[in-house]
């Protein structure tokens, strides 16, 4: 049974769908505005992460994240300027050229970090008359009203706003320095719909003149679109938590006249020699910033699965070169037991992998269970044991393909020095791949070539 921390109910529950077998599951998504980090890659490998643990469960996902490429303003609370109008000025680019650009730029890491990407990718400007008709629905309610500015959600009709939080949003918003705004109700009233001054270049005709959606509402409207008025599953960021999502909660729930999410999972932000990552301070890794120091995507990836969701998680090269040799290990033992005769029972690894991952996502338990199997006798059982928990690793087991040709050639020719007993050329080859960062390891009829 998977058990995952709902951060709405506070507890750890049993993971219940309205459908049985399916879960409908929203992601919140990046805003591409500039190139991810790897901060922000912990929270979409955390989304491959529970994506690939309920298919290990074997429930059908209708997955859904969004691409906010209009309406994020550089605060998360309706401040500062849109983020696609910065970007877009700074690289004298249209917000059109932008989005796409980081949008690519997102899926080409994506794929390199082998992330399971939800089965619908969503741009928030593909939905621009559904948020408008959203926006009306939520005024003919009573729950929004416009002003010069636009069209905002008046919090005091929703008293249960604040609870996925549990602090009092209210008094935290009304104490933060807010631009003071005679129109609206109450400062913490929060904008779904904003006119547009005309020189705006994000614009769209709406039923309030030209204007822009706000940030918060293309989730509900995307995740309205795409699963309905249930959904069983909600992931992000830790960030989101006080600000977006109950603002998304407070839309979608107004709208429908009942609770629309029931389970919200948050993740902890990835911290950079224990602090916070900055571009200021210079330690702002993209994956391609990795990869020029010699570690590849998928080194970040078995990185993410050393510590728990829920936890900050510490970055230092250390402990990415920490993660790399384990990995590196892990997949030298996997081709070893590959073809290995011994006979193993699994059966007991499985229940355990099993239990580390349905308990909210366990995973640094699952891999100690992974380097607990891989001691055992070299046994095709663990290996397939192995690729069976490997649709929740995600890892390139079969490395073959990573070895360059020229190490592929330096053994074979070895081999065959070997086979003519001409020890000394076998020896002197066997050095020259071994001070090329490779090993051999000689098999009955045969050879496997490993990494380091
Ligand atoms: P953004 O593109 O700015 O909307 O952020 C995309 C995602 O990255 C959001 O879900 C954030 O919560 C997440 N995020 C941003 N910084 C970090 C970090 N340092 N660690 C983990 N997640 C982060
Ligand atoms: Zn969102």
Redesign the pocket.
């Known amino acids: 049974m998977l058990k995952i921390y709902n951060s709405l109910t506070r507890k750890n529950e049993e993971l219940k769908t309205k459908e049985a077998g399916i879960v409908n599951m929203y992601s919140?998504?990046?805003?591409v505005y500039y190139f991810?980090?790897i901060?922000?890659f912990?929270?979409y490998l955390f989304m491959d992460n529970i994506r690939r643990v309920l298919k290990y469960n074997g429930y059908k996902i209708n997955g859904v994240m969004n691409i906010?490429d209009v309406g994020?303003l550089t605060s998360d609370a309706d401040e500062g300027d849109d983020k696609m109008l910065v970007a877009s000025q700074r690289e004298n680019k249209s917000p059109w050229e932008i989005a796409k650009f980081y949008t690519d730029v997102f899926m080409v890491d994506a794929k390199k970090l082998n992330i399971d990407l939800p089965e619908n990718i969503v741009p928030a400007t593909s939905v621009i008359n559904e948020m408008i008709e959203f926006v009306k629905v939520l005024i003919e309610k009573g729950y929004a009203y416009e002003t010069s500015k636009g069209i905002y959600f008046d919090i005091a009709r929703f008293p249960a706003y604040g609870a996925l939080s549990g602090m009092d949003i209210r008094e935290k918003l009304a104490g933060a320095r807010i631009e003071v705004d005679d129109e609206k109700r109450s400062p913490y009233d929060f904008v779904l719909w904003v006119k547009a001054p005309k020189e705006h270049i994000m614009q769209w005709e709406s039923p309030w003149g030209m204007g822009y959606p706000g940030w918060h509402i293309e989730c509900s409207v995307i995740g309205d679109k795409y699963l309905g008025e249930y959904i069983d599953l909600h992931t992000?960021?830790?960030?989101?938590k006080p600000v977006h999502h109950e603002n998304e909660i407070a839309q979608s729930n107004c709208f429908y006249g009942h609770q629309v999410v029931s389970a919200w999972m948050h993740?902890?932000?990835?911290?950079i020699d224990g602090g916070k990552?900055s571009k200021s301070l210079g330690n702002l890794y993209t994956i391609a910033d990795l990869e020029k120091k010699g570690y590849s995507a998928e080194d970040f990836r078995f990185f993410y699965f050393l510590a728990h969701y829920s936890k900050q998680q510490n970055f230092t090269f250390d402990s990415l070169d920490m993660a790399k040799n384990t990995l590196k290990s892990i997949k030298n033992l996997a081709k070893e037991h590959k073809n290995g005769n011994a006979k193993v029972d699994t059966s007991a690894y499985q229940q355990e992998f099993l239990d580390s991952i349905n308990d909210d996502l366990n995973m640094p338990k699952a891999i100690a269970v992974v380097q607990k199997m891989l001691k055992e006798e070299r046994s095709s059982d663990v290996y397939l044991a192995l690729e069976k928990f490997n649709q929740v690793l995600g890892l390139n087991l079969e490395e073959e393909n990573d070895i360059p040709q020229e190490i592929k050639d330096l053994a074979e020719k070895r081999w065959q020095a070997k086979l003519a007993k001409d020890w000394a050329v076998a020896d002197q080859l066997r050095g020259e791949i071994d001070s090329n960062g490779y090993v051999i390891k000689d098999k009955k009829d045969g050879y496997d070539i490993l990494r380091k």
């Open positions: 919140c998504g990046p805003t991810p980090h901060g922000n912990r929270a906010t994020h992000g960021g830790i960030d989101h993740l902890e932000f990835l911290q990552m």
